[in-house]
């Protein structure tokens, strides 16, 4: 299985500040198509998962644009440019071109 | 808006069969997309179970290859996983999902149900 690590795997970040998220893959993300297929997702304390963005930067609706993805290949950076209350929670990144799709092991975001 | 509730037992003997419905509103299962189940536990994080399409082509995780089979109700609008063989390794909370594309991950996934495996 391809192995998703991330880092760090707890973030203290003051309200308003920017935060990244760093996630590596054991294996090239590109797929036979030509995609990359890594996502991110948010899971705020007591609720399910909800997925930011897919294919390494594209947000989903309504994920507010302080959210953006980057990276290729096995390098992947998730950022928020201005940290609120309510992005604590855990972030996960998943990648779907090797199967079975893997996740990495999480970052807690909390505010410092 | 698409929603996910999932049922089923929150206690399982080992070596039983845990056995999950997948209720899904707002959105007919028939209409197109894979629907899946993941689960998450503390040791394990979260961890990929299998997906299926309406006309019931599945895939599931080889590393549950074998004690997995998921099926689609139509009539009901629902979706549903049973494992087999279970142990204390299987205990997890176990989400069920709508696949916006396969390998992009989900775009609605239910609450989640607790199911612990103990005698």
């Known amino acids: 299985d391809v192995v998703v690590t991330q880092s760090p795997v707890s973030l203290p970040v003051t309200l308003g500040q920017p935060a990244s998220i760093s996630c590596r893959s054991s294996q090239g993300l590109v797929h036979s198509d030509g995609n990359t297929y890594l996502s991110w997702f948010q899971q705020r304390p007591g609720q399910s998962p909800r997925r930011l963005i897919s294919q390494v930067s594209n947000r989903d609706s309504g994920v507010p644009d302080r959210f953006s993805g980057s990276g290729s290949g096995t390098d992947f950076t998730l950022k928020i440019s201005r940290v609120e209350a309510e992005d604590v929670g855990i972030y996960y990144c998943m990648q779907g071109t090797h199967w079975p799709i893997t996740f990495g092991q999480g970052t807690r975001l909390e505010i410092k | 808006q698409v929603q996910l509730q999932e049922s089923g037992p929150g206690l399982v003997k080992p070596s039983e069969t845990l056995s999950l419905t997948c209720a899904v509103s707002?959105?007919?299962?028939?209409?197109?997309?894979?629907w899946g189940w993941i689960r998450q536990s503390p040791a394990k994080g979260l961890e990929w179970i299998g997906s299926?399409?309406?006309?019931?082509?599945?895939y599931s995780n080889p590393s549950l290859t074998g004690r997995v089979t998921m099926s689609v109700d139509t009539s009901k609008n629902q979706f549903s996983l049973k494992l087999t063989s279970v142990t204390a390794a299987d205990s997890a909370v176990y989400y069920c999902?709508?696949?916006?594309?396969?390998?992009?991950?989900?775009?609605?996934w239910g609450l989640g149900t607790l199911v612990s495996v103990s005698s």
């Open positions: 299926i399409y309406w006309t019931g082509s599945a």
């Open positions: 707002g959105y007919s299962v028939n209409r197109g997309y894979y």
């Open positions: 999902a709508r696949l916006g594309g396969v390998l992009i991950g989900p775009d609605f």
